[in-house]
């Protein structure tokens, strides 16, 4: 099969053609990526001091499960704010303010936290020098922005199965349904040096791929729900992304899933920039490396 050629970017928006909140499972499927990043998440957040006394933002907290973590690690408060916060509202917890907005609109957001965390978010976006630039100002001085999101492992040279076939189909049919682009993903390490921001650093996290995993379960479920997005591309078909599915839930899976890539940035204190790769007061900000 051919491919159609692909747009630049999307035209509808991600909970609308693709992913609606609204859609059976929609939040359990939320919870199985949740299930597969949120220790790492978290393990990050600690390295970089955050805990009590700080006061959080969680942008696009989709089921809740960060800002959940974020007040169990003993923070003073999380705002946890998603377009729908139906399954926010759901799950409340003491400390928990939820909010319903929408990041792209002009100040969408006033005050200023000493953490502000957006994962798996801006990937879905576009114009995003604009938003992390209006992230990086809701970060009180001596604060840290932090940012997760996707980064594909499928290039021209990976091995040709039916896991890579539907992965590629998948990052192109979200291009060009609702506008998901990852190929920027490895910039924002630059992007958040642009906004203001230093030190800055990055890592990324690539979870195995194991039969019944969460992660496993998480692609599965994602590709059933944007199926009509990637037969579109005409890259698969029908019988393709079965194939995919079965391989995925198997022992002959031998692939990479797509990674994290978290990066995260320091506003200065004072107008000044934080020397030494710390982070301010507890010296623990900017250590790097891949986990």
Request: hydrophobic share 40%; proline share 7%.
């Amino acid at each position: 099969m051919e491919p159609i050629d692909e747009p630049l970017s999307g035209g509808g928006r991600y909970g609308e053609a693709v992913f609606p909140p609204g859609q059976a499972g929609e939040g359990e499927r939320i919870d199985f990526g949740a299930l597969a990043y949120d220790d790492i998440t978290m393990a990050r957040l600690r390295a970089l001091g955050v805990g009590p006394g700080w006061r959080c933002l969680d942008v696009g907290a989709g089921t809740g499960t960060v800002s959940r973590s974020l007040l169990a690690a003993g923070v003073a408060s999380v705002l946890a704010v998603d377009r729908d916060v139906r399954f926010l509202g759901a799950r409340t917890v003491p400390g928990l303010d939820v909010r319903e907005a929408d990041i792209t609109a002009p100040d969408f957001l006033s005050g200023r936290f000493r953490l502000v965390h957006a994962r798996f978010v801006l990937m879905h976006l576009p114009e995003r020098d604009r938003l992390i630039t209006a992230l990086a100002a809701l970060v009180e001085p001596g604060g840290v922005l932090v940012l997760s999101d996707a980064v594909d492992l499928t290039g021209d040279r990976t091995p040709e199965t039916p896991y890579s076939r539907v992965m590629r189909a998948m990052w192109q049919g979200l291009r060009a349904t609702i506008g998901t682009d990852v190929s920027r993903v490895p910039s924002y390490p630059h992007l958040l040096r642009a906004a203001g921001l230093g030190p800055v650093a990055a890592e990324i996290h690539v979870p195995p791929l194991l039969p019944g995993s969460p992660i496993s379960r998480f692609w599965a479920d994602t590709w059933e729900r944007s199926r009509a997005a990637m037969l579109g591309t005409g890259l698969v078909d029908d019988t393709a992304v079965d194939e995919a599915v079965r391989y995925l839930g198997s022992e002959e899976c031998a692939a990479l899933s797509a990674g994290m890539l978290t990066a995260w940035g320091w506003k200065p204190e004072n107008g000044r920039g934080l020397e030494n790769g710390r982070g301010p007061e507890n010296g623990r900000g900017a250590e790097g490396g891949a986990r």
